[in-house]
């Protein structure tokens, strides 16, 4: 079961939740958002994260910024992945990917039914609710009947508290978490963000134990 924990803007909880077991730590970089980082918390994150554990995939998560200067910043920073969350197309994911190559899709199925991962040549597809980033629960049984494909992340809602009967239900091959281990918007907390791995992690082996 692959891990990231989101939304990250101190260091500390960076190398905690790299030290915890995570498999990716995420950096937003979007003004509105109360996750919002500067490039200095950017790289203080990636730091942290890569010293705690050299094999985390860093992830720069942008909303608005165009594709192009996106995969451009991602660079730059030094960032191992660049996720597109939202109104992206495949031309946009295309131009980036010529920037900067370890590319995420986020999406939601409500906005886009036929999602499957990799049809705009993405490294992994995120599945989110509608109204994707929000941390918002979402009716998981949008899942039944479809086909995402081998390489796809559950997001939205999740918290140490759901995690594991969510895994259960959607059988993703990883989950997503941001608002779900914090104490306020944008402030995470190091116990939640152990619980949420050592809960993911246990909903994980059972479903590979019911295969």
């Given at each position: 079961?692959?891990?990231?924990?989101?939304?990250?803007?101190?260091?500390?909880?960076?190398?905690?939740?790299?030290?915890?077991?995570?498999?990716?730590?995420?950096?937003?970089?979007?003004?509105p958002s109360?996750?919002?980082?500067?490039?200095?918390?950017?790289?203080?994150?990636?730091?942290?994260?890569?010293?705690?554990?050299?094999?985390?995939?860093?992830?720069?998560?942008?909303?608005?910024?165009?594709?192009?200067?996106?995969?451009?910043?991602?660079?730059?920073?030094?960032?191992?992945?660049?996720?597109?969350?939202?109104?992206?197309?495949?031309?946009?994911?295309?131009?980036?990917?010529?920037?900067?190559?370890?590319?995420?899709?986020?999406?939601?199925?409500?906005?886009?039914?036929?999602?499957?991962?990799?049809?705009?040549?993405?490294?992994?597809?995120?599945?989110?609710?509608?109204?994707?980033?929000?941390?918002?629960?979402?009716?998981?049984?949008?899942?039944?009947?479809?086909?995402?494909?081998?390489?796809?992340?559950?997001?939205?809602?999740?918290?140490?508290?759901?995690?594991a009967e969510?895994?259960?239900?959607?059988?993703?091959?990883?989950v997503d978490?941001?608002?779900?281990?914090?104490?306020?918007?944008?402030?995470?907390?190091?116990?939640?963000?152990?619980?949420?791995?050592?809960?993911?992690?246990?909903?994980?082996?059972?479903?590979?134990?019911?295969?």
């Amino acid at each position: 079961m692959y891990i990231k924990i989101c939304g990250l803007t101190d260091s500390n909880h960076a190398a905690h939740a790299a030290r915890s077991g995570a498999d990716a730590v995420g950096v937003v970089m979007s003004e509105p958002s109360p996750r919002h980082a500067t490039a200095a918390q950017a790289s203080a994150v990636l730091s942290a994260a890569r010293e705690a554990s050299p094999g985390v995939d860093t992830v720069l998560v942008v909303r608005e910024m165009p594709a192009v200067e996106a995969a451009s910043t991602a660079q730059r920073l030094g960032f191992d992945v660049l996720q597109l969350h939202g109104g992206y197309s495949a031309d946009d994911f295309a131009a980036a990917a010529k920037i900067h190559p370890r590319i995420w899709r986020a999406a939601s199925l409500a906005r886009d039914p036929g999602l499957r991962a990799g049809d705009f040549g993405e490294e992994r597809l995120l599945v989110d609710g509608a109204a994707a980033g929000s941390g918002e629960p979402w009716d998981l049984g949008l899942l039944a009947g479809q086909t995402l494909g081998d390489n796809w992340l559950l997001a939205g809602g999740l918290s140490p508290a759901n995690v594991a009967e969510a895994i259960a239900i959607a059988r993703p091959s990883g989950v997503d978490v941001s608002s779900g281990v914090e104490i306020a918007p944008g402030v995470k907390s190091s116990s939640l963000i152990s619980a949420f791995i050592t809960a993911a992690r246990a909903g994980g082996a059972t479903v590979a134990g019911d295969t």
